[in-house]
């Protein structure tokens, strides 16, 4: 049988063994949570929590600052230990909180004001998404509620027909919407019914690649019959998991450029963070623990955990042990996953797997050398870019040039053509550094 | 709360972009390959022509191994030859002399071959012509009767004996002890006597030290774009364009032009299609554009066979479009994802 795909793209090991069988368990918590309170693309959450003030976990800490923003919850019931800034992934400071978990506490978890399927308008449930601090929880972290709310300039032609729950999780290592397809199939399905309703999609396909067929099958045989869904399975290929590459790879709808997906009718969200919609919005509840892959060749316990917010990674590496060895780590996946300058960096809304790498794969760095034009890159850049050309020009530092004639905006970065570069080009690291220079022109 | 057992190490991690794996390959890896693909050829010209051919390449690859690193010394820049890519261009460029030439001819253009037609340009990756060519154009132009003498293929005493005019004395004329014996090409060209195919397929024919056996550079070529390590559209371009040439005008004229099975395995088109023209560096980046450029090459190469007055082109056909490549990477960028008129 051959299954649907897109053009070009790469085959990375995999990598899904170690964990792919181990079922979701419960991280406990650490002595103290770091929760930043910018975890989302947009405006940071505005605390409404004052230092030393006892809160219960649910309990929301910090209000949305406006539409790009969400709020962020408590992910332990405890107390608020200081209000301050606090590393974010970048390495950037952002403003966050310092939550000290009360040990022997019960740690329930409050109810909020409910969102009812049967009653609740499409406006009510996008609110409630947005009430839940529900973010994409791919890795994007872009606030839900703003990308299923309809574009308001009254182009008629930008209705949503299909909704695209994407469960590819093409990244190696990671297996967290694998076990969430799993273990969770009703979730997802009480989120799909949500998100039909807020989007007045008249269907809905569950994507899955064709390495997760046990996930494909439990979710065949737990669709309810009133709703239409249906799950595809696509072939096994890097990076389909991103927005755009899938929807062509599923419906052959390109979305043109500088345009969201509302213009090609698909709204596509996260398979984890449709399971997080079916699980929280009838509680009223929000967001205090995401499911995570721990793996990676320098874990002693590598798993899927469901782990409070905010749990700083050093607590979960030591906690699961690591080897001595140990040299290099990053959340996400291997591919688009960004390394830690410290391990002192919380685990946030956005951070689907914490991979740990020793010296062996990291080993003692690769030779760079010139480009030799083999053309390896334009062979599997998804966008159909010219990795090369951008490349010889980003040394040039003509950063300008990369972006006016030669799309530099429409790569995002999924790292096939540095993967594949038998030079050793570190072209990602140079596509970004460029974007962020162009950013920074046009602000200027 | 369960205790922390072991304290996570505390030392300084590494920060590296990602992606923080990668494929493997690598320019030393595609370069060995490349070398392994030739060594049938070049075992294969050893047995024809013996020891003759055996310091040809001897003498051509450390020519030009010995100027890139002298090169590197001077300019006080990190040695380059350990990513193999010299290596290849030595053999390379052995491979399209005649057995026989004189050895201070072979050093010359290793010398120019390097120099001109790599360092100047920067090196690696830079360069605009594929340098082992640029070294033959130049003896082509410098020594002509010399670089169109052919030492016959077979001679009995060809392992214990070198060829008189090997040996011969830097910049005198050089003296030929044997009959210098036509390669089919020109056999063809000039006294319209044919080669029987099978001979040319298998090798058993004079020429250029590694053009004779279209078996074997079909080969090593068959196993490189195999690995993914040549743009088999190249090779397909050039074949195409020959077939189709050829048929016509051999239909038109059976007696004047020879046919298609003749001009694919005779003088260099096998060994310029598989392992020249395929020189990742001065060939376009783009499959399609890959494409164009072979046919390109075909067109060249059977204008100036058929009707210019050399028998053999191939050389030049390759140079020319190597000149055209970056025009036709300009033409056949890929166009990317959005821009396209979306079907829906």
Redesign the interface.
Known sequence: MTYKSFPHGIHPPENKDHTSRLAIQQFPFAPVLIIPLLQHIGKAALPIVREGQEVIRGETLARADGFMSVPIHAPASGKIKRLSLVAGISGKMVPGIYLEPTPGSTQEIIEGQPCLLDTATPEEIIAAIQAAGIVGLGGAAFPTHAKITPPNDQKSDHYIDTLIINGIECEPYLTTDHRVMLEQSNDIMLGIRYLLKASQAKHAIIAVEANKLDAAEILRVAIPADIPVSVEVVAVKYPQGAEKILIKALLDREIPAGEHSSSVHVLGINVATCAEIGRLLPHGRGIQERVITISGPAMNKCGNYRIPIGTPVRFAMEYLGCSDDLSEVFLGGPMMGNALPSLDIPVTKGTSGLIAFTQKETGPGLKVYPCINCGACVDVCPMDLNPSQLGLLAKQQQYEQMAKHHHLKECFECGACSYVCPSHIPLVQYFSSAKAYVRKNKAA | ??I??????N?T???????????G???E??MANVILALMPTVLFAIYLFGLAALVTILIGTFSCLLTEYLFCKANGKPSSIS?N?IIITGVLYSLTLPPGLPLWMVCIGGIIAVLLGKLLF?????NLFNPALVGRAFLQAAFPSAMTTWYPAMNADRFTSLPLSTLTFPFTTPSYDTISSATPLAAMKFDQILTDSSDLFLGLSSGSLGETSSLLILTGGIYLIARRMM?WQIPAGIFITVVIISTITHNISPNTYPSAQFMLFSGGLMLGAMFMATD????????KG?FIYGLLIGVLVMIIRLWGGMPEGVMYAILFANAVSPHIDRWT????????K???
Do not use: E
Request: aromatic share 6%; net charge positive; hydrophobic share 25%.
């Open positions: 709360m369960t922390p057992h072991k304290k996570a190490p030392k991690l590494q920060i590296r972009p990602s992606p923080h794996i990668s494929g390959a690598s320019v890896k595609i990513d890519s920067g090196g690696l990756g830079y743009r990742m560096v001065a060939s376009p980046i783009t499959a890959c960028q890929p166009r990317p994802y959005g821009y396209r979306t079907k829906s």
